[in-house]
């Protein structure tokens, strides 16, 4: 194991050559309030009551908590899928949801989903030229040209663009859809568990993946997962959810340096973030096996 | 010295024009060996059940006889090759018919709520009654017997492919919408860039099971009401007793029906590169 770690972090210490990205000028989320309630006439399921957050640009927020917490929802909000009962959502001063708005999707926040969403009748290139394609921002030429460009830069994706998606491993589409999104210049990153359904070793090579696209190209990261351990390790700030209703019960900051190794996962600072972590999930973790619920953070 | 030369060049262009018949080989499909022996196999068990009389086979042909009858009587026969052409054309008619239709209608479908409010209801009473239950309202209705055979035909793929589309549409996958959305594509753009791919694999399954259905019912309609195709020569075996034209009728259906499908098969391989390439 220790060997294992010490190649990876090899690996990781040549990437992390390439130094931080600056932090962009653009991608300051406000969450303000937010509560969200299903079938507000009827049944009344509260899935977020009033939720605040503040994520400055460039910052990788994470988001943890059990499933029905509210997570997902908090998500869709952003991405313009769904509006809000109460509160509003701004990105950098604009206002994106509040109780009377339509919802509106855009191209400067785009979600990597958990069950992947890449178009299987498109190639990986036709895919990732798709967006700026049907915004008409690029000629073909161009867009062909840049997302070759970003294929090859994201661990050499660049070789399978000819390819149909089902063609691929869960964690080679899982870093096209990342591409997908960057071609757009996203001011927000939004990732809904997109490492869910993955081993322990794809899942570790999928982090080192997703923090040197971080440290080349930095945006405004919110990242879903109900993995305690994985949001502190990649995150630099980790909000836990409680559930039934959706509330933000706590908010840790995480001052591990970067770039993030594999073998931080060892340090005393991160195990004390871990027990810090643990001791306020453990009264949520508990409610929520009582209610009989399998998966919790 | 030219002379020479060119001679060489056109020896090289002769050899390159002959085909190595190894290559040649090489290009056609690889033959399915277990397929022809399991068809030889079948052939020699037939042969003997007759020669034998086993019970139920007095009365039947042997393969030897139905061969003979289909070479002297039937091969250079223009009428037999008519009844391919009758039946053919039948089926084609009814087929693309029903897609042309059948795809938009379970698009709106699928689509529109109001549309779908109004309309479905119809066709899951319509949907129901077996396409042979159509056959005397259809002759009733329709000018000439070639129109009503197509449209019984039709009746046979049309439910199945307004069906299979209609799900189709109610299931696709909402991230594929939201992404698109969130990319920045027109509800226009949706439609065609998402909502239309997205239904070509159940457009292909309407299809498989559209072109066995066509078959089916245009056999037995030819049977009922016309007096060309090869359903109608194979009732004509039967009515004049002479099996070894039922076989033959049989066998040909049979024939034509697996050269259908392999056309239907070869259009869903080029609707869907995404789905061969694997």
């Known amino acids: 194991m220790t060997a294992k770690l010490h190649v990876l972090s090899s690996e990781t210490n040549g990437e992390s050559q390439a130094a931080m990205a600056p932090r962009p000028k653009e991608g300051h989320l406000s969450i303000e309030n937010v509560s969200k309630t299903y079938d507000p006439e009827g049944a009344r399921v509260v899935a977020l009551h009033n939720c605040s957050v503040e994520i400055a640009p460039g910052d990788f927020l994470a988001i943890v908590g059990p499933s029905g917490c509210g997570k997902s929802t908090l998500m869709n909000i952003i991405a313009g899928f769904d509006n809000v009962t109460e509160g509003r959502v701004l990105l950098d001063g604009q206002l994106l949801a509040t109780p009377t708005s339509p919802p509106k999707p855009g191209s400067d926040r785009v979600v990597v989903f958990q069950n992947g969403a890449l178009f299987p009748w498109k190639t990986v290139l036709e895919n990732v030229m798709y967006g700026p394609l049907v915004q008409h921002k690029m000629t073909r030429a161009e867009a062909e040209e840049r997302a070759m460009d970003l294929l090859a830069k994201c661990g050499g994706l660049d070789k399978v663009a000819a390819s149909y998606p089902p063609q691929l491993s869960s964690g080679m589409q899982r870093r096209v859809e990342i591409v997908r999104a960057l071609i757009n210049e996203p001011k927000i990153l939004l990732l809904d568990e997109p490492f869910r359904a993955m081993d322990t070793v794809s899942k570790t090579t999928m982090h080192q993946h997703l923090l040197q696209m971080y440290r080349t190209c930095r945006k405004t990261i919110v990242f879903i997962t109900h993995d305690l351990e994985e949001a502190i390790y990649l995150a630099d700030k980790v909000i836990v959810m409680t559930s039934r209703p959706g509330t933000i019960k706590s908010t840790i900051i995480v001052n591990l340096p970067r770039p993030r190794t594999p073998e931080m996962m060892l340090s005393t600072d991160y195990l004390a973030l871990k027990a810090q972590a643990i001791a306020s999930v453990h009264e949520e973790a508990k409610k929520a096996f009582e209610r009989g619920e399998r998966e919790h953070a | ?150 449209f019984i035909t039709f009746i046979g793929a049309f439910f199945i492919i307004v069906i299979n589309v209609h799900d189709a549409v109610r299931n696709i996958k909402k991230e594929h919408y939201w992404l698109a959305l969130s990319l920045g594509a027109s509800s226009g753009q949706v439609f065609r860039r998402i909502m239309v791919p997205s239904v070509i694999p159940s457009i292909a399954v309407g299809m498989t099971l559209g072109i066995a259905v066509t078959w089916n019912v245009v056999i037995a309609a030819e049977m009922i009401a016309s007096d060309s195709g090869l359903g109608r020569l194979t009732w004509e075996g039967y009515v004049s007793h002479t099996v070894p034209v039922v076989i033959i009728g049989m066998i040909s259906i049979g024939l034509a029906g697996y050269l259908s499908t392999i056309v239907v098969d070869y259009a869903e391989k080029k609707m869907m590169p995404w789905r061969t390439t694997r």
């Open chain 2, 1 to 150: 010295m030219l002379k020479e030369g060119a001679m060489k060049a056109v020896e090289a262009s002769v050899n390159n024009s002959v085909v190595d018949p190894l290559k040649w080989h090489r290009r056609l499909p690889k033959l399915n060996w277990r397929g022809g022996f399991a068809v030889g196999a079948f052939l020699i068990a037939w042969h003997f059940l007759v020669l034998l009389k086993a019970p139920g086979f007095k009365e039947i042909s042997s393969p030897v006889e139905v061969l003979q009858t289909f070479i002297n009587q039937y091969l250079g026969n223009p009428n037999y090759w008519n009844s391919w052409v009758a039946s053919f054309k039948r089926v084609i008619y009814g087929f693309v018919l029903a897609q042309v239709l059948g795809i938009p209608l379970g698009l709106l479908l699928g689509t529109r709520d109001t549309f779908h409010k109004l309309v479905y209801p119809v066709i899951e009473i319509l949907r129901p009654i077996p396409p042979l239950a159509w056959v005397p309202i259809s002759i009733l209705f329709w000018p000439t017997t070639e129109l009503s055979i197509i």
